[in-house]
Structures are given as C-alpha cells and as structure tokens.
T-cell receptor
Framework: DTEVTQTPKHLVMGMTNKKSLKCEQH?????MYWYKQKAKKPPELMFV???????INESVPSRFSPECPNSSLLNLHLHALQPEDSALYLC????????????????FGPGTRLTVL | AQSVTQLDSHVSVSEGTPVLLRCNYS??????LFWYVQHPNKGLQLLLK????ATLVKGINGFEAEFKKSETSFHLTKPSAHMSDAAEYFC???????????????WGLGTSLGVNP
C-alpha cells in the first residue's frame, strides 16, 4: 500500500479564518513533507519532518504552522492567510535511508485545493 | 549545486506515436533521478526512478528512461502514446543530504504532454 491520504480535498477560507489540513500514511515512513504547488509550476517544499521532528523549514511564513502528532499523521495549521496563499497543498512521505544510500521515493497524496478569499 | 532542466515546456504527439520528454541534470555527485506525472487536478505519481543500478529504467504504464552520465541526461520515452498519457511530467534530481540526512528534491519546471486523437 503506497497511499497517502489528505483531507479535505477542497477548502475555501477567509483571511481571518483558522483551518487545518490533514495528511495520513500507514507505510511506516518516518519522513513527511508539505509542499505548495501553484498552477503550471513544480511543487515547492515547505516543511520536512524526520522522526516526528521538524528538520527543514523553507522560510515559510508563520501563518503556516506544521505539526506532526505521531509517525502517521501530519497537519498544517493555517491562520490569517492571504489570497496569494491559494494553491494546491501536497503532502508526501518517504523512508529515511542512512548514509550514502540515496533518497528513498517520496509518495504523494492527492492534495488539498485551498482558496483564500 | 544540483539542477535539472526540462528542455521542452510542451510536447504534443498523436495517439499511437512515440513519446520523448527530455531532461538534463547537473550534479556534483552521483545523483538519484525521478520522473513524476501529474494528471489535471491530481497529486503526483512516481513513474520511475534511477538510483545507480541499471541505466535503463522501466516504469509504470510503459514508460522508461535511460540514464546517460556522459550526456547528463535522463530522457523519458514511451513507444506508443495513449490519450490517458496527457498530463504534466516532472523530472526530479535529489539534492545532497543535509546534516540530518534529509535530501530535498530539485524539480524541473515540467513538460506538458498533449496527445491528439
């Protein structure tokens, strides 16, 4: 099973709202990722969690707050977003390989289409 | 620094004809390379990956890619296009691991494949 699930599929929110995106995987992966993707562009990495600890934050504004409650779940809390934050938000997971074995494959969820009004 | 260039932003083929999507990479070490596909309003699906084993890599849905170190290329091919192949294709190279052994993915800008009946 290589499935990553994301909820909700679509989200419309105002600039003063607080909402959360959820991601779940049951592949035993210990690395989880949040990406933002604008139309006709490649995904942009936002955050990486390794062993439930934040290991990479790509200088993302604080209105995006990630959380990894356990090894299967990843959340992205949203607050006071701007219209330019409207995008497809993708979650991914992968194994963590040590040393020089090379990166393991990232498996992506279907994404949450976010619209900020 | 690692980088990846997809040489065509859009490729259009007729159904039943061969597909060639071109990708060149730059890497200061032995890279891992991936092709992902994204159908409209969908998440990203791994087509295939190269991780220093066989240079000819077979993927899903009849796609394959050949790693050519001398040409720093990793072109994606398929002998006969199907209408369902119409999608965005991303060539991806792995970055050097950071201190936490995390590796970012470096994404090409994507090639949009159109398939005409």
């Amino acid at each position: 099973d290589t499935e990553v699930t994301q909820t909700p599929k679509h989200l419309v929110m105002g600039m003063t709202n607080k909402k959360s995106l959820k991601c779940e995987q049951h592949m035993g992966h210990r690395a989880m990722y949040w990406y933002k993707q604008k139309a006709k562009k490649p995904p942009e990495l936002m955050f990486v969690y390794s062993y439930e600890k934040l290991s990479i934050n790509e200088s993302v504004p604080s209105r995006f707050s990630p959380e990894c409650p356990n090894s299967s779940l990843l959340n992205l809390h949203l607050h006071a977003l701007q219209p330019e934050d409207s995008a497809l938000y993708l979650c991914a997971s992968s194994r963590i390989r040590s040393g020089t074995k090379g990166p393991d494959t990232q498996y992506f969820g279907p994404g949450t289409r976010l619209t900020v009004l | 620094a690692q980088s990846v260039t997809q040489l065509d932003s859009h490729v259009s083929v007729s159904e039943g004809t061969p597909v060639l999507l071109r990708c060149n990479y730059s890497s200061s070490y032995s890279p891992s390379l991936f092709w992902y596909v994204q159908h409209p309003n969908k998440g990203l699906q791994l087509l295939l990956k190269y991780t220093s084993a066989a240079t000819l890599v077979k993927g899903i849905n009849g796609f394959e890619a050949e790693f050519k170190k001398s040409e720093t290329s990793f072109h994606l091919t398929k002998p006969s296009a199907h209408m369902s192949d119409a999608a965005e294709y991303f060539c991806v190279v792995s970055d050097i691991p950071n201190a936490g052994n995390n590796r970012k993915l470096i994404w090409g800008l994507g090639t949009s494949l159109g398939v005409n009946p």
